[in-house]
């Protein structure tokens, strides 16, 4: 899965004739700016070779800037052909509303809006200002802003400067993400526990809100294709030496390996031929039943394959996860956890933990990582053969700062936790795969969570996303909910 993204960048103008040098020098500069920046494509018009016809195939305006309306349709329509995910809309001067409305308009994509800051003063006998994009910015975000248009104003820069690829590089992560939950296809994969009307969901309200598509699936009908594997397949044997390897310790017996290898190749072949963006598993009860194991370590190493899997049915957990991960480019892990308790010494701590489903690459220390039976946290026993209760990762998760997230959605409205913390080492050896991960107010964390109805699953990822998370809360219409 690839997350980036093209951005379509709209040097704007207001011109009497041409393009002036400054702005001819500006455009220069913020194209060789973007262009130098990493994790998007970069798509801008150019000057048409006659100085006259505009061409919504080539993106050719007269300067290669955009300076009226019939410009701003044509580059409207080249950034359409060319598949833009987001736009910048950047005044080298005073700027031309009406044509960055009407690309923004047309697009429907996130916008971000930046204006670039004056020149020196002249000091021959105009005293004329070279620029003004100070004051033509504020046309182009009140053309947004009637029109009920989504932005984020960056602020007032020139494109050499730290801030200004700072706000870019959100802003092209946002779009990630946006584009990513956009007509997502989630999988799900037999119904939610019994007990745990907490995951429940509206297909409706994600088919309304993000054009998204639930592939469902009994796990009755992937235990068929579960059994068509020979427990000799090449395939079969290359994923069971795979397992081996992903921690230092197996305390687990030979006929585990060989059922999570077939489960996990069968999943991997649902989630292919249906081209998933994320999925949602049943754990419990059924999978010890059907394939008699635990399969919570096996979470872990889809998702550490970028096939992001969330337990207990848990779907809009799965979009959590793929938006924080589709926001990391794919190059940060995420961690699907349970909010379980406060520690008992340190109010501020509180233990994001699962039964064993971490990605093997978020371990503290690899040298302490085990694949374990449910009862055998410790290894101290022998391994059982037939142990349904077998297959559960155990290891402390890394330390750093890391960020939440958790979607929620009530009488078609929605609404993103985001918050973040900071997971502290510890000298203490608990089940699965866990973590101690301080807060600056957990009491207000917490209410935070009980008031609004957030339950008890989460994301987790390394990494400070909130400005990110923000940005695709705005670009969607989702109520952001922040706890810092």
């Not at 052909?81 to 950047?90: E, N, W």
């Not at 910015?137 to 053309?143: A, Q, V, Y």
């Not at 992560?173 to 007990?195: E, F, H």
Request: glycine fraction near 8%; proline fraction near 5%.
């Amino acid at each position: 899965m690839s997350f980036n993204v093209k951005l379509g960048l709209v040097p704007s103008i207001r011109s009497r004739g041409g393009i002036s040098p400054w702005c001819a020098e500006l455009r220069t500069r913020c194209i060789e700016a973007l262009d130098a920046m990493e994790g998007f494509e970069l798509v801008y018009p150019k000057a048409a070779p006659d100085g006259e016809t505009l061409c919504p195939v080539n993106g050719y305006t007269t300067t290669g800037a955009v300076a009226n309306l019939d410009e701003g349709e044509v580059v409207a329509e080249y950034f359409r052909r060319q598949g833009v995910d987001g736009v910048i809309l950047c005044s080298l001067n005073f700027g031309d509303e009406r044509s960055c409305s009407k690309i923004a308009e047309v697009l429907g994509v996130p916008v971000l809006v930046v204006a670039t800051k004056e020149p020196p003063a002249v000091d021959d006998a105009s005293l004329a200002r070279l620029s003004d994009s100070y004051c033509g910015n504020l046309s182009i975000t009140s053309g947004l802003y009637r029109r009920e248009i989504p932005f984020y104003y960056a602020g007032i820069f020139f494109p050499e400067e730290e801030e200004f690829a700072e706000e870019v590089d959100i802003f092209a992560r946002a779009c990630s993400a946006v584009k990513a939950l956009k007509g997502a296809r989630i999988g799900q994969v037999g119904v939610r526990p019994g007990t745990f009307e907490t995951v429940a969901f509206d297909e409706v309200a994600m088919l309304n809100k993000f054009q998204q598509n639930v592939i469902p699936i009994n796990i009755s009908d992937l235990s068929v294709a579960f059994e068509a594997l020979a427990d000799d397949d090449p395939a079969v044997l290359a994923r069971v030496q795979e397992i081996r390897d992903s921690v230092a310790e197996v305390t687990v017996a030979e006929d585990y390996l060989v059922n999570a290898a077939k489960f996990e190749l069968a999943l991997i072949d649902f989630w292919k031929q249906n081209k998933l963006s994320a999925m949602a598993v049943q754990c419990w009860p059924a999978a010890r039943s059907l394939f008699g194991i635990s399969v919570c370590s096996s979470y872990g190493r889809l998702t550490e394959q970028g096939l992001l899997t969330a337990c207990e049915t848990d779907v809009l957990g799965s979009l959590a996860m793929l938006v924080q991960y589709a926001a990391a480019r794919g190059e940060v892990i995420p961690h699907f956890i349970d909010w379980t308790i406060q520690h008992r010494e340190n109010e501020n701590w509180l233990l994001a933990w699962h039964c064993g489903n971490a990605p093997a690459s978020l371990a503290a220390d690899p040298a302490k990582t085990g694949l374990r039976a449910r009862p055998n946290m410790t290894g101290e026993l022998p391994a059982k053969e037939g142990d349904p209760a077998a297959g559960l990762y155990q290891f402390q998760i890394k330390p750093g700062p890391v960020t939440f997230c958790r979607l929620a959605e009530y009488n078609d409205e929605w609404k993103m936790l985001i918050a973040t913390g900071e997971i502290i080492p510890s000298d203490e050896e608990l089940a699965g795969t866990w973590s101690w991960v301080e807060v600056t107010d957990h009491a207000h964390l917490y209410r935070t969570l009980v008031q609004e109805g957030f339950i008890h699953h989460a994301n987790m990822i390394h990494g400070d996303q909130v400005d990110v998370l923000l940005e695709v809360c705005l670009f969607l219409g989702i109520e952001p909910v922040v706890v810092e």
